[in-house]
């Protein structure tokens, strides 16, 4: 019965995330990537897809700094995480609009921190781990 009820759940709910069970492929065209990600301080949580050959999405919390959308996985190498290292293109649903970056991973401390501080004025909270030696912070820009 938990099985059926399951199935029925993914099958209205298409190929995306639902809270943490991760997805396939987000449906819907391309957008160009915004110049100015600011509307995304208004959207809590957003969409990732990664590995473009065999989609894998997730539901994620993500900052907007100007023309980056910044995602922050903490010390935790997510399957994600591992997907976006091998393949650096992903796309994003932010507020039903669908856009395709290219994802590159934050070693620089100085911008770790601006993108802390946008975090924490988004979520109310600090990212965990701040360390960009250590932590897994990815610019996410347009293609």
């Excluded at 819907?28 to 957003?46: E, K, V």
């Excluded at 919390?61 to 010390?75: E, K, Q, T």
């Amino acid at each position: 019965m938990r099985i059926a009820a399951l199935s029925l759940l993914l099958g209205l709910a298409g190929c995306g995330p639902i809270l943490v069970i991760p997805g396939g492929v987000l449906d819907g065209a391309a957008m160009q990537a915004p110049s100015d990600w600011s509307f995304s301080d208004q959207i809590d949580t957003m969409q990732l897809e990664t590995r473009p050959a065999d989609p894998y999405s997730v539901n994620i919390w993500a900052v907007g700094i100007g023309a980056s959308l910044y995602v922050h996985a903490g010390a935790n190498r997510a399957s994600w995480v591992e997907y976006m290292e091998a393949n650096a293109q992903v796309r994003v649903r932010a507020d039903g609009q669908l856009y395709e970056l290219n994802a590159s991973r934050v070693e620089s401390q100085d911008e770790f921190n601006r993108f802390s501080n946008a975090y924490e004025s988004k979520y109310g909270v600090r990212p965990r781990n701040e360390s960009a030696a250590e932590a897994y912070l990815f610019r996410l820009q347009a293609r």
